[in-house]
């Protein structure tokens, strides 16, 4: 079984940066694909990034391309989220997710299987 911790989360103003890390323990995932979503209050869970196991292929959500970039150290089972030009629509609760299918990148979030508990990003104006 597989834990999943996010950190790095807190208030930031519009324009300025995070950035997340999720740090797996218990199994490793080093083997396997990582991604980032994340849920505003009354909306649905977002899909925000995803990566490969190795680091090799990533994907992106329409809304955060150019922003997010997403990577991984599979030395120490963490994955990452870079955050840039942050704005107020980006406020949620972010969570990584680890995917054990051997599969290209997911984007819907039942295609993942170990969720972490999330961390609060909120970007104020």
């Known amino acids: 079984q597989v834990r999943l911790v996010e950190s790095g989360g807190g208030l930031v103003q519009a324009g300025g940066s995070l950035r997340l890390s999720c740090a797996g323990s218990g199994r490793p995932v080093n083997r396997d694909n990582m991604a980032w979503f994340r849920q505003a209050p009354g909306k649905e869970r977002e899909f925000v990034a995803a990566i490969r196991w190795n680091g090799l292929m990533s994907d992106y959500g329409r809304s955060v391309q150019g922003r997010f970039s997403i990577s991984r150290n599979n030395a120490k089972n963490t994955a990452y989220l870079q955050m840039d030009s942050l704005k107020p629509e980006d406020t949620a609760v972010y969570y990584c997710?680890?995917?054990?299918?051997?599969?290209?990148?997911?984007?819907?979030?039942?295609?993942?299987?170990?969720w972490g508990p999330g961390t609060q990003v909120t970007v104020s104006s």
């Open positions: 997710a680890v995917d054990f299918s051997d599969r290209p990148p997911r984007t819907r979030w039942d295609d993942y299987d170990y």
